[in-house]
């Protein structure tokens, strides 16, 4: 298996390019399920979980290409409306599949998506809404199957939680179901955006995406259309962040601010020189930062996907920190990963108390999940000596060209095949 080695202590400086957002490629190209005309997304992200997506349409019926960072979709010959353990194991987003076939084939069956190692990540909030919009639902052998007599009906829906997955799913069962469906209480991330506006584009009637109230007016088909992917702001975040751990000077290229205003504005009250422009970012670390305490919400709160970057920070910082994370129930697997390096870290439940350490040491490390394993990427860059990173399959699920980009910054920094 692959390794990552890096020496840290380089201080990064140059211009990184910031990929197409993995969070909204994905639900994007699952909404491409519900035409039969040919779609063009671009600004795809290279990435094993688009891979797996694109390889899971082929297997729906849908005869999907990347060519680059371009994605296009064909006329479809009739789908399959089952989703198999072993596509849906690798990838919790297949659970998107439900709402685009429910509203072309009115039936799906899709293994149930097992937990994964940042918590149990139920779908009990889909069902909820599908059960609303007359969807007959069963579990059998491992598979949840869903089904409608007639073509869905719109329904009004309120989330006990601003689930993005969730919000998704209902969309894209929406928009092809007779009448009015109403979301409260919906996610509002820049990815509900992204995917609104694609599927605007292809002749639904979506209406106030981004705010916690989305009004879908069912239609009867949707047409192809060419859309752009939004950029990564979690690979901005951690970015961003690679600049403070290393005491670094970066522009970054492609990115969209406005995604990220809330770490942005923590890492500013921290001392942080960052410069906000329209298509790009500028940071500086011109001074030893302040720790600063974050607590994880729903968007427009502090991303839980850049929690772990965020706390290998602080373990460097002079102070201390609290850390606290309200979106997922096990997302602390980087700690005693962060501990083997040399951090001084206390799990108390939902919250982590960081004391600063003054350097941390390369150690062998090993990667639980995506965002942990940026944790751990960030961590060794300032780290003396070597770190040793293992398990980095799941880095590349969501870090498009990790080591290439960060080599350009400067960063002493190799992948291995072990
Ligand atoms: C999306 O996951 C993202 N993934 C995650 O990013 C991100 O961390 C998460 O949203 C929160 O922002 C993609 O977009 C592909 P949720 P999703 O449904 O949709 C609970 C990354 O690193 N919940 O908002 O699965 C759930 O257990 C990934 O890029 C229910 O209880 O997240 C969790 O505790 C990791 N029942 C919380 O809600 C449900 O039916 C948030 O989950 C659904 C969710």
């Known amino acids: ?9 380089k201080k990064l400086s140059g211009e990184v390019e910031i990929s197409g957002s993995k969070n909204s490629s994905l639900p994007i190209l699952f909404a491409s399920l519900l035409t039969d005309e040919p779609c063009e997304i671009k600004n795809v992200p290279s990435l094993a979980d688009v891979d797996t997506t694109i390889n899971f349409l082929n297997f729906i019926g849908k005869k999907t290409i990347k060519t680059g960072n371009t994605v296009n979709t064909f006329v479809s010959k009739k789908y399959k409306h089952v989703a198999p353990y072993d596509l849906v194991r690798k990838m919790r987003a297949s659970v998107l599949v439900m709402g685009t076939l429910l509203a072309r084939l009115k039936r ?6 097992g937990g994964c190692s940042i918590g149990a990540r139920p779908i009990n909030i889909h069902l909820e809404a599908f059960r609303k919009m007359q969807v007959k639902i069963s579990v059998d052998e491992g598979y949840v199957k869903l089904s409608a007599d007639k073509r869905l009906k719109g329904a009004n829906i309120k989330l006990h939680f601003a689930s993005v997955g969730a919000t998704e799913n209902i969309l894209l069962a929406a928009v092809l179901a007779e009448g009015k469906t109403v979301i409260n209480n919906a996610a509002c991330e820049p990815e509900i955006v992204d995917l609104s506006n694609f599927l605007n584009k292809m002749g639904a009637k979506i209406s106030g995406s981004g705010s916690k109230r989305i009004v879908v007016i069912g239609v009867k088909k949707l047409s192809g259309t060419s859309h752009e992917v939004i950029p990564d ?3 901005a975040a951690t970015y961003i962040i690679s600049a403070a751990i290393t005491k670094g000077e970066i522009v970054l290229k492609n990115a969209a601010a406005v995604h990220i205003k809330t770490v942005i504005e923590k890492l500013k ?5 960052i410069k906000e422009m329209k298509n790009s970012i500028y ?7 302040k720790p600063q305490n974050i607590k994880t919400a729903v968007y427009p709160g502090f991303p839980t996907d850049v929690q772990a970057q965020w706390m290998a920070l602080q373990c460097l910082l002079k102070g201390s920190a609290v850390i606290e994370e309200n979106v997922f129930e096990n997302r602390f697997m980087h700690v005693l990963e ?3 390096l040399g951090a001084n870290l206390t799990i108390d439940g939902k919250k982590v108390y960081v004391k600063g350490v003054n350097k941390l040491s390369g150690a062998p490390v090993m990667v639980s999940d995506l965002r942990a394993g940026a944790a751990l990427v960030l961590a060794g860059l300032a780290a003396d000596e070597k770190t040793t990173i293992s398990r980095i399959y799941h880095l590349d699920r969501g870090y498009d060209m990790l080591e290439k980009k960060l080599r350009k910054l ?3 920094i190799k992948r291995v095949h072990a």
Request: proline residues 3%; without cysteine.
């Open 269 to 273: 009250k921290s001392g942080l020189l």
């Open 1 to 9: 298996m692959d390794k990552i080695i890096i020496k840290g202590g």
């Open 233 to 235: 702001r979690i690979e």
């Open 410 to 412: 400067g960063a002493d």
């Open 338 to 340: 962060l501990q083997r």
């Open 283 to 289: 940071v500086k670390w011109v001074k030893n930062l």
């Open 108 to 113: 799906v069956d899709v293994s149930l998506p």
